[in-house]
């Protein structure tokens, strides 16, 4: 839109065009509906009926365009993806858990046999994608470390130098200094002050789970951006790189015996705050994206991402201090109240 709103008229047409056609089919099927806009084929299948694979297709003029613009190879591995978990994944786990006396972790109530496709997706196959989300980041990782060391080897030219400007205001970033000053910042709030990460009063447990924010958060800002920069913001693996890290950090503490319910409440704010970041870095992709396309400069750019991002974190952490000081004066409701009251143990 952007690039043919800059051109001539009989570029931008297509655009238009698209829009058009776009609303006429969708009018067609979800307006009128005298086009079925959902069609839904039933594979033969011996297993638990309620797990029976289903080839299904939706009527997407959107996610045609979408499609278009990543181009048949990142299309077709993402339908190879629902094909594998729909053909494949779903099928057998219910074929294997169909004499299954117990239910199989991570269930602990319902038993395979009488799960639905969708419970068993949830269940185990989400967890399989989990582990495909974090194979790919450490692939990423490798295929950037060019890049990475590229860019160290620009960062340590702009310690020695002292300025470090780009010979384009277009390629001009934060300096390597300043990234690492924040850094250093957040980690440090994050191990020495105390009520940041939970109830915790160990500096050494804070401290194991700052450096676990900083691995997991620059194996996965990596892996955001990327899929954000080819895919779009809609297929951020958001979910997937959480739980990624929730299995790894909760492998840790249970290797060093942090197992209470404070090393619990530990593991899950590492997954807080890498979720966040990774969700950020997608974002900061698609503005950065955009911002090129402007001619706008990139570390004006970063302030700005970094002021927004301080600004809002800091209101909507004034907002919910002021209802849990203000729940007797009726801010809230007995429910917020309720909420508000609940305390560690001393």
Same mark, same amino acid.
Request: contains cysteine.
């Given at each position: 839109?952007?690039?043919?709103?800059?051109? $001539?008229?009989?570029?931008?047409?297509?655009?238009?065009? /698209?829009?058009?056609?776009?609303?006429?089919?969708?009018?067609?099927?979800?307006?009128?509906?005298? %086009?079925?806009?959902?069609?839904?084929?039933?594979?033969?299948?011996?297993?638990?009926?309620?797990?029976?694979? +289903?080839?299904?297709?939706?009527?997407?003029?959107?996610?045609?365009?979408?499609? @278009?613009?990543?181009?048949?190879?990142?299309?077709?591995?993402?339908?190879?993806?629902?094909?594998? $978990?729909?053909?494949?994944?779903?099928?057998?786990?219910?074929?294997? /858990?169909?004499?299954?006396?117990?239910? #199989?972790?991570?269930?602990?109530?319902?038993?395979?046999?009488?799960? $639905?496709?969708?419970?068993?997706?949830?269940? @185990? %196959?989400? @967890?399989?994608?989990?582990?495909?989300?974090?194979?790919?980041?450490?692939?990423?990782?490798?295929?950037?470390?060019?890049?990475?060391?590229?860019?160290?080897?620009?960062?340590?030219?702009? *310690?020695?130098?002292?300025?470090?400007?780009? +010979? $384009?205001?277009?390629?001009?970033?934060?300096?390597?200094?300043?990234?690492?000053?924040?850094? *250093?910042?957040?980690?440090?709030?994050?191990?020495?002050?105390?009520?940041?990460?939970?109830?915790?009063?160990?500096?050494?447990?804070? /401290?194991?789970?700052?450096?676990?924010?900083?691995?997991?958060?620059?194996?996965?800002?990596?892996?955001?951006?990327?899929?954000?920069?080819?895919?779009?913001?809609?297929?951020?693996?958001?979910?997937?790189?959480?739980?990624?890290?929730?299995?790894?950090?909760?492998?840790?503490?249970?290797?060093?015996?942090?197992?209470?319910?404070?090393?619990?409440?530990?593991? *899950?704010? #590492?997954?807080? #705050?890498?979720?966040?970041?990774?969700?950020?870095?997608?974002?900061?992709?698609?503005?950065?994206?955009?911002? @090129?396309?402007?001619?706008?400069?990139?570390?004006?750019?970063?302030?700005?991402?970094? %002021?927004?991002?301080?600004?809002?974190?800091? #209101? %909507?952490?004034?907002?919910?201090?002021?209802?849990?000081?203000?729940?007797?004066?009726?801010?809230?409701?007995? +429910?917020?109240?309720?909420?508000?009251?609940?305390?560690?143990?001393?």
């Amino acid at each position: 839109m952007l690039v043919a709103s800059q051109a $001539s008229t009989k570029q931008a047409s297509p655009v238009f065009l /698209g829009l058009g056609v776009g609303v006429f089919v969708k009018i067609l099927t979800d307006g009128l509906k005298v %086009v079925a806009g959902k069609f839904k084929l039933a594979l033969p299948f011996s297993g638990n009926v309620a797990a029976r694979p +289903e080839l299904a297709a939706n009527v997407s003029p959107a996610l045609i365009g979408v499609g @278009y613009i990543l181009g048949i190879r990142i299309a077709s591995v993402m339908v190879a993806g629902g094909l594998l $978990s729909a053909l494949i994944l779903i099928p057998g786990i219910a074929l294997w /858990g169909a004499d299954k006396t117990a239910p #199989v972790f991570p269930e602990t109530e319902a038993l395979i046999r009488d799960m $639905s496709s969708s419970a068993i997706w949830n269940r @185990y %196959v989400r @967890y399989i994608g989990a582990g495909a989300v974090a194979m790919a980041g450490i692939i990423t990782l490798i295929k950037s470390i060019p890049t990475m060391i590229e860019s160290f080897r620009i960062g340590l030219g702009q *310690l020695r130098k002292g300025s470090g400007e780009a +010979e $384009s205001r277009f390629d001009l970033d934060l300096s390597i200094k300043t990234v690492g000053l924040f850094l *250093l910042a957040i980690l440090g709030v994050l191990t020495f002050v105390p009520g940041i990460l939970g109830f915790i009063d160990s500096v050494a447990v804070r /401290g194991v789970a700052a450096i676990a924010i900083a691995i997991f958060a620059f194996f996965f800002v990596t892996v955001s951006s990327r899929i954000v920069g080819l895919v779009g913001v809609t297929s951020n693996p958001t979910s997937g790189m959480t739980i990624a890290t929730l299995l790894g950090t909760s492998t840790l503490f249970l290797l060093m015996g942090w197992t209470d319910d404070f090393g619990k409440a530990t593991a *899950l704010m #590492v997954g807080t #705050v890498v979720c966040i970041a990774a969700s950020i870095a997608g974002d900061t992709s698609q503005d950065l994206k955009t911002g @090129y396309l402007l001619g706008a400069t990139p570390r004006l750019q970063q302030i700005g991402e970094l %002021v927004g991002v301080i600004t809002s974190a800091g #209101v %909507v952490a004034l907002v919910v201090m002021l209802l849990h000081e203000n729940v007797e004066g009726g801010l809230g409701g007995a +429910e917020l109240s309720r909420i508000s009251r609940i305390r560690a143990p001393s």
